[in-house]
């Protein structure tokens, strides 16, 4: 009974298994597809996954995906400066742009404080994040994490830390789905949690 593929197959079956969200069956689902694609089709995907390693790297002021630093979105002067949004990941910044809600600047932790996968304060992108509370034209932080147990101890954390700063820090209103990440909350309901924001 062959429970594996033959070589280059299995290798590419593999490496979509190893992915997140995908799982065995779609791993094997997509590496047939490809197998039956075009040759330029597969290129494609491999270019643009080289491409994605070599250009994209992450802004040194907040920590979000760029191909140049300081990303976009900090070197913008048309963007309210005096505010920042805190998010976990580069993912977050999208869902909060696409409310249209929101003019001010981010700062992208780079995850959440989970004690059981021994992600603690020091490994998140914190210590650049006073770095730019050092600037008084920032009046606000808003504390945007994931509405689950490890956005929250990272909200209480942010909280107890940057309020005794001088500035204001609020956190999302409640309503959205609880246990779930950012990205699964439409765009109407997260921008009222912008809009609805409340001190922290
Ligand atoms: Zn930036």
Redesign the pocket.
Known sequence: MALAYDGAIQRLIDAFNRLPGIGPKGAQRIAFYLLGADAQEAADLADAIAEVKAKVRF?D????V?ES???P??ADPRRDHTVICVVEEPKDVMSIERTREYRGL?HVLGGAINPMANVGPSDLNIANLLERLKDDQVKEIILALDPNIEGEATTTYLSRLLSPLGVKVTRLASGLPVGSDLEYADEITLGRALAGRREA
């Open positions: 802004c002021v907040c920590g979000n760029c630093s300081p990303c979105i900090c981010y």
